[in-house]
């Protein structure tokens, strides 16, 4: 019988009959309810940002389990029922992930944003770095400022047409907007796209 990602229940616990029916998912019916999913968009620097889900307390637990505890199985179930839909709107764009430290990488064995992106065919570039590692929950709006400059483009990106810059979480926004300061030379078009946002960016436009 196959299994939750997550709680480890059967797939069909807490299942509808339709669910039962239809469904192919990762998570189960339980878990994958406890995911808000959100359809409004907000704006950083002019560009709107799509944001699949809510950022909540299980969003934030089901996030901890895979990129702190290190549980790579996980990373198919963010965008599981998104992926119809992402490579109707996003075909043609490079994907560009928001850069973790390379430290990070190094310690978790893989680089947890690309693999919730890694079924997605869409050519991805690793271009952006960060240039001192501050850990942006814990870090004062000052600081959060100062982050802004603290992303570069460590790659020549003239031969790409279209970015789609993709994160997992969008808090603040001060990390998106020191990416679209690293790229201010890029002259095609760029969108963005997260797994989860604050429902504070859904309140007000980001600036
Ligand atoms: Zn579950």
């Not at 179930?77 to 075909?91: P, Q």
Request: some cysteine.
């Amino acid at each position: 019988m196959d299994r939750c990602l997550y709680c480890n229940q059967s797939l069909e616990h807490g299942a509808t009959l339709i669910e039962l029916l239809i469904n192919h998912d990762v998570l189960c019916p339980m878990c994958r309810h406890e995911l808000i999913r959100n359809k409004k968009k907000f704006i950083i620097n002019n560009i709107p940002v799509d944001a699949c889900y809510i950022y909540n307390d299980f969003f934030s637990s089901l996030l901890v389990q895979y990129k702190d505890c290190m549980d790579e199985a996980l990373k198919s179930v963010f965008l599981f029922n998104h992926r119809m839909i992402f490579h109707v709107k996003y075909w043609g764009y490079t994907l560009v992930p928001m850069p973790s430290s390379k430290d990070k990488i190094k310690d978790r064995g893989f680089n947890h944003v690309l693999g919730m992106f890694e079924w997605c065919k869409n050519e991805k570039y690793c271009c952006l770095e960060k240039t001192s590692n501050q850990k942006q929950v814990t870090s004062t709006s000052i600081q959060r400022q100062k982050m802004i400059g603290n992303i570069r483009c460590t790659k020549d990106v003239k031969h790409i047409k279209k970015i789609l810059l993709v994160d997992d979480v969008c808090t603040t926004g001060s990390t998106l907007k020191g990416a679209l300061e690293a790229l201010s030379s890029f002259e095609g078009k760029i969108k963005i796209f997260v797994i989860a946002t604050h429902p504070l960016n859904l309140k007000k436009v980001v600036r």
